[in-house]
Structures are given as C-alpha cells and as structure tokens.
Nanobody, 115 residues
C-alpha cells in the first residue's frame, strides 16, 4: 500500500524554522522524484519544491528560494523540507507528493506562522 505520512508542522513565529518530514512506503522511493506542495484555504494547491531520485537536483518556487531546503534519505525512505526565515504567507497545509501537481500526496501537516 502506497503511503506518504507528513509530520513536523506546527505553530512558529515569523522568522522561525521548522523541519517537515515525510515517511514513504509501498513504492520504490529511491527511484522516484519527490515533491512538496502546499495549500491554503480557498486557494489552489501550490508546488513548493522538487528533488530528483538521487537528491542531486532540487528546485523551488521563487517565493521560498534561499529559505527552504529539500532533501531526502533514501536509506530511510524519508523526504524532508527544512524551512527557515518563515513568513506569515508560508502558512498552509504542506504535503509531500509523488507528482508536482500533488498526485499521490499524503494527509498533510499544518504549518502556521504568526506575525
């Protein structure tokens, strides 16, 4: 059974940091590109970051470049998103996904940044 389980969200003050984790199972994680996407109420799902299967290629939406870092541990089947210098506009539910558009995403983890 394919499963993605996000964790690590919470309430943080503006300028703070959080590290999200996503535990993957049921598919060949080490062979797959992986993605983080996010969604705020009333808005469409937004792609945040991508990482290649080996971790050698990463990409970010412009609004988080220089602040967020995506990484992965293929030995543990875990995807990470380190978020620094958080802003109120980063408040959203964050999902890890198998596709850039959010395909196969998990249940998500809430990130709330207070100003």
């Amino acid at each position: 059974q394919v499963q993605l389980v996000e964790s690590g969200g919470g309430l943080v003050q503006s300028g703070g940091s959080l590290r999200l984790s996503c535990a993957a199972s049921g598919f060949p994680f080490e062979d797959m590109w992986m993605y983080w996407v996010r969604q705020t109420p009333g808005k469409e799902l937004e792609w945040v970051s991508s990482i290649s299967s080996s971790g050698g290629y990463v990409d970010y939406v412009d609004s988080v470049k220089g602040r967020f870092t995506i990484s992965r541990d293929n030995s543990k089947n875990i995807l990470y998103l380190l978020m620094d210098s958080l802003k109120s506009e980063d408040t959203a539910v964050y999902y890890c996904a198998k596709g850039r558009t959010g395909y196969g995403r998990g249940r998500g983890t809430q990130v709330t940044v207070s100003s």
